[in-house]
T-cell receptor
């Protein structure tokens, strides 16, 4: 089955520690996205990538980093510079097209908790 | 310019009733307006989407109404069922697929049996 796989489902981070969230898709989608979800704040864009080896900052990129070395993979690192990282992180992907918008396919998310 | 405002934050409806969720946007460059449905612990899933060349789109019990002049759009869920209980997000972007989506704050819908 085609889809987006996020791992791990739950992740615990100690203060001052960097952690990496995995996002893999086998949909052959061009564009990939990372969103952060907090109660009452909707989904806020952290980073996005429309092509391999290229990515752009979203609205809340501070304290996060990404890479896009392969089309199917878009890992997100939450660095120690992110002061409030406890949240639900969602990865999404879509086809790139100038003719129509096909919407996003989301993964099932990773819940990150600082302990 | 990039904001999408959604209301209400939470909504309780009786089974069989109509659920209505409203969104307003500011950026006139937006021309693609999807709604996503999210169940607890899961990622959002695309429910229905509309483009500004039509004022209404219906898929089963779900209808989007769009008012371009007011820069508003809404989701109507007819004959609401307990299985519809979820969080609903409106969003907006440019038509080009791959454009970044801007999401509303979300509405938690509860349908009582």
């Amino acid at each position: 089955d085609g889809g987006i796989t996020q791992s791990p489902k739950y992740l615990f981070r100690k203060e001052g520690q960097n952690v990496t969230l995995s996002c893999e898709q086998n949909l052959n989608h061009d564009a990939m996205y990372w969103y952060r979800q907090d109660p009452g704040q909707g989904l806020r864009l952290i980073y996005y990538s429309q092509i391999v080896n290229d990515f752009q900052k979203g609205d809340i990129a501070e304290g996060y980093s990404v890479s896009r070395e392969k089309k199917e993979s878009f890992p997100l690192t939450v660095t120690s510079a992110q002061k409030n990282p406890t949240a639900f992180y969602l990865c999404a992907s879509t086809v790139w097209s100038s003719q129509a918008n096909y919407g996003y396919t989301f993964g099932s998310g990773t819940r990150l908790t600082v302990v | 310019q990039q904001q999408v405002k959604q209301s209400p934050q939470s909504l309780i409806v009786q089974k069989g009733g109509i659920s209505i969720i409203n969104c307003a946007y500011e950026n006139t460059a937006f021309d693609y307006f999807p709604w996503y449905q999210q169940f607890p612990g899961k990622g959002p899933a695309l429910l229905i989407a509309i483009r500004p060349d039509v004022s209404e789109k219906k898929e089963g019990r779900f209808t989007i109404s769009f008012n371009k002049s007011a820069k508003q759009f809404s989701l109507h869920i007819m004959d609401s069922q307990p299985g519809d209980s979820a969080t609903y997000f409106c969003a907006a972007s440019k038509e080009t697929s791959g454009s970044r989506l801007t999401f509303g704050e979300g509405t938690q819908l509860t349908v009582n049996p």
